[in-house]
C-alpha cells in the first residue's frame, strides 16, 4: 500500500504512465546482433568538466551539425560536425564567428526554406538572460545565418536588447520555431516562442524585407490563459504542426517549470494566434523541453528530460524520498499526433541512455535530471540521431562525473522489436 508521506499535493496530472518502457541503458545478453547498436552511444564532445545543452540539425550533405555552449546554458558556442550518421563526431565549424564567444545561453538551430526559391537558410540564436552572475545583461537575443550549410556564419546581430525601443530579457530563445500558412499555403515567415523571468510566454514573427531578416515586436501569446501560465511556470515550448507538419492545426507542449504540473498542451487552429485552454499531458509525455520530430512513417519521437510525479514511484524508485518528483533521465516518447490530439499515452517510451547520480556506479530507473535540451535528426531511412548532455559515466580528476554531450541512433523499427 502506498503511504501518504508527502504535504504537497500530487494532482494537476500527476500518476503513473502504463505505456511500456524500453531501456536502451542496460542490453540484455540475448540481444540480436543488428540491435546491438541501439545500446551504444557515441561521445560528441567531452573536452571540457562541464558541456551542456545541444541543439542539432542535419544538413543538406547528410553530415549532423551540433551546437552547444561550453557551460550549463551559457558560455561561447562550441560545435561538432558528424559525417557519418551520428557514429563519430569529428569536426567542428571553421572560423566561427567571434561574437560566438559571448554567448549568454543555449544555443538553438533551425533551417529555413523558402516558397520563392531562395537557397535554405541555417539560423541559430542565443537569448541574453539574467543569470544574476554580477554581470547583468542587455536583454534581448542575438541571431546568426548561414547560407551555405553552416560552412560560414555572420556575426551576432542583436534584437530587442536595452539599446532598443521594445526590450525583453528572453529565455530559451528560440525555443521553438515554426514556419507559417496564410491562406492554406507556406510562406516565407516564421513564429519562434520564448518567455522571460515571470513566465511570460513571447512570440516574434521572423520575416525577410529585401533578403534581410526582420523580427516582430515580441507580443505575449498565452495572456487569455495567464492564470495557469503563471501558476505552472509555463515555459520551454515546442510546437508540433499536424499531418507530418503539413497540416493546418499548432499543438503546443510545454514545460512546468515548478513541477507541482504535468507539461501543458494547447491547439491552434490560426496559425498561433489563439491557443485553446490548456489541458495536462498523460505523465508518460510529462518533462521538460520537449523536442519533437515526425519519422518517415508519420509517428512522432519526442524527446525530453523525464519528470516522474506519481507518488507510489517515487517512494519507491527516487533517491530524494521527501521530494515531489524524480527523473528518469534522458527519455523519448514514441507516439502519434492523434495520441497529443486525443490526450491518449501513445505506443512507448525509451530510456536513451543513463544519466548518473552522484552515489550511482550503474544504471538504475532513477536517473540524474540535468540533461535533456536534445537536438534530435531524422534520415530518410529512418534513421534518428538524437544528442543530449549528462553524466553518462566518464568521471574528472577529481572523480565526480563529468557532464558532457553524447548522441544516440534509433530505428523506431527496431525498438518496435523490442516491444514485441
Known amino acids: 500500500m502506498c503511504l501518504n508521506l508527502f504535504k504537497k499535493s500530487f ?29 551504444d552511444f557515441s561521445v560528441v564532445d567531452n573536452g571540457l568538466d562541464y558541456i551542456g545543452h545541444p541543439d542539432a540539425i542535419l544538413l543538406k550533405d ?6 552547444y555552449p561550453s557551460g550549463h546554458g551559457k558560455g561561447a558556442i562550441r560545435s561538432r560536425i558528424s559525417r557519418d550518421g551520428g557514429v563519430t563526431y569529428d569536426a567542428q565549424i571553421e572560423n566561427m564567428p567571434e561574437s560566438w564567444a559571448t554567448s549568454r545561453e543555449t544555443p538553438t538551430v533551425y533551417r529555413l526554406e523558402f516558397a ?12 541574453n538572460p539574467n543569470w544574476h552572475d554580477g554581470k547583468g545583461t542587455i536583454g534581448g537575443f542575438n541571431f546568426s545565418l548561414s547560407d551555405d550549410e553552416g560552412k560560414t556564419w555572420s556575426e551576432f546581430e542583436l ?3 536595452k539599446k532598443h525601443d521594445f526590450t525583453v530579457i528572453p529565455i530559451v530563445s528560440m525555443a521553438s520555431l515554426t514556419r507559417l500558412k496564410e491562406n492554406g499555403v507556406f510562406v516565407d515567415k516564421w513564429m519562434a516562442f520564448f518567455h522571460n523571468p515571470d513566465f511570460v510566454n513571447y512570440k516574434t514573427i521572423l520575416s525577410f524585407v529585401d533578403g534581410k531578416p526582420v ?7 498565452f495572456s487569455q490563459h495567464r492564470a495557469i501560465e503563471k501558476k505552472a511556470k ?14 493546418d492545426e499548432l499543438c503546443l507542449i510545454a514545460r512546468s517549470n515548478n513541477k507541482d504540473y504535468n507539461s501543458l498542451l494547447s491547439f491552434s487552429q490560426d496559425e498561433g494566434k489563439t491557443w485553446s485552454a490548456p489541458v495536462f499531458v498523460p505523465s508518460a509525455l510529462n518533462g521538460e523541453r ?20 506519481d507518488k507510489c514511484k517515487i517512494i519507491k524508485n527516487s533517491i530524494e524520498k521527501m521530494k515531489n518528483w524524480y527523473s528518469e533521465g534522458w527519455v523519448a516518447w514514441v507516439g502519434t499526433y492523434d495520441d497529443l490530439k486525443n490526450g491518449t499515452e501513445g505506443q512507448y517510451r525509451i530510456k536513451l541512455a543513463h544519466t548518473y547520480l552522484d552515489n550511482q556506479t550503474e544504471p538504475s530507473i532513477c536517473a540524474n535530471a540535468d540533461t535533456g535540451y536534445c ?5 530518410e531511412d529512418g534513421m534518428i540521431v538524437t544528442s543530449t548532455y549528462g553524466k553518462f559515466g566518464e568521471k574528472n580528476s577529481d572523480g565526480s562525473y563529468k557532464t558532457y554531450v553524447v548522441s544516440k541512433r534509433v530505428k523506431l523499427s527496431d525498438t518496435d522489436k523490442l516491444i514485441k
Open 159 to 161: 534584437c530587442f536588447s
Open 234 to 247: 509555463m515555459c520551454e515550448v515546442e510546437v508540433v504542426r499536424s499531418d507530418c507538419g503539413k497540416g
Open 62 to 67: 547528410g553530415s549532423i551539425l551540433d551546437v
Open 116 to 127: 520563392d526559391g531562395t537557397p535554405d537558410k541555417i539560423l541559430l540564436i542565443s537569448g
Open 375 to 379: 537536438g534530435n535528426v531524422v534520415f
Open 11 to 39: 494532482k494537476n496530472g500527476a500518476g503513473d504512465y502504463t505505456i511500456p518502457m524500453v531501456r536502451l541503458d542496460v542490453m540484455p545478453k540475448d540481444t540480436p546482433d543488428e540491435l546491438k547498436y541501439l545500446y
Open 290 to 309: 520537449h523536442k519533437a520530430d515526425y519519422t518517415p512513417d508519420g509517428r512522432l519521437f519526442i524527446t525530453f528530460r523525464s519528470i516522474e510525479r
Open 215 to 221: 523580427w516582430s515586436k515580441p507580443e505575449p501569446y
